[in-house]
């Protein structure tokens, strides 16, 4: 996975999902800042160590533009492979989430990570989990590709 998103790269940002990423996370971390009692200035020297928020605001951006690459190349990925996310992989994942909390019953952790992490979230984070699981165990690397199109993508 990791060779994958270090040896590809990204033509355009697609602006919507961007924007989307974008804002959640810097709602992230203005809720943060406010439970700590801080500015979001001061939340962010003292969390990440940034000097100042147009350096947060720089690397908040190119995070953001990480993760709608990633996505992109997962879903492409999830898309021509057709995957979707065993009853297995999903039970034996649901449980290895939830060990940090100490909760071994099934029912219990799934309703607790669907709480902390939000259905859509959750759903989400399973998905690239479990597609990211698959290309670790069955993408080889070619080094003579250079270049991906599908027309049936671009729809």
């Known amino acids: 996975w990791n060779y994958i998103c270090q040896n590809s790269k990204l033509k355009k940002v697609p602006e919507k999902e961007y924007n989307e990423v974008y804002e959640s996370n810097l709602n992230s971390a203005r ?5 700590e ?5 001061e939340y962010v020297k003292d969390y990440y160590g940034y000097k100042d928020l147009d ?5 908040l951006k190119k995070h953001c533009e990480d993760i709608c690459y990633e996505e992109m190349i997962l879903t492409y990925i999830r898309r021509c492979e057709n995957l979707k996310v065993s009853d297995e992989y999903y039970e034996k994942t649901v449980l ?9 019953d099934y029912a219990e952790a799934e309703n607790f990570l669907i709480y902390y992490y939000g259905a859509e979230q959750f759903n989400e ?6 597609t990211q699981n698959w290309i670790a165990e069955n993408a080889t690397v070619r080094s003579d590709i250079h270049q991906l199109f599908d027309p049936k993508l671009n729809k």
């Open 31 to 35: 809720t943060s800042a406010e439970a």
């Open 37 to 41: 009692g801080q500015t979001l200035l």
């Open 55 to 59: 350096e947060y605001y720089k690397n």
């Open 96 to 104: 290895k989430l939830a060990e940090p909390y100490d909760i071994k």
């Open 125 to 130: 984070m399973m998905l690239s989990m479990y």
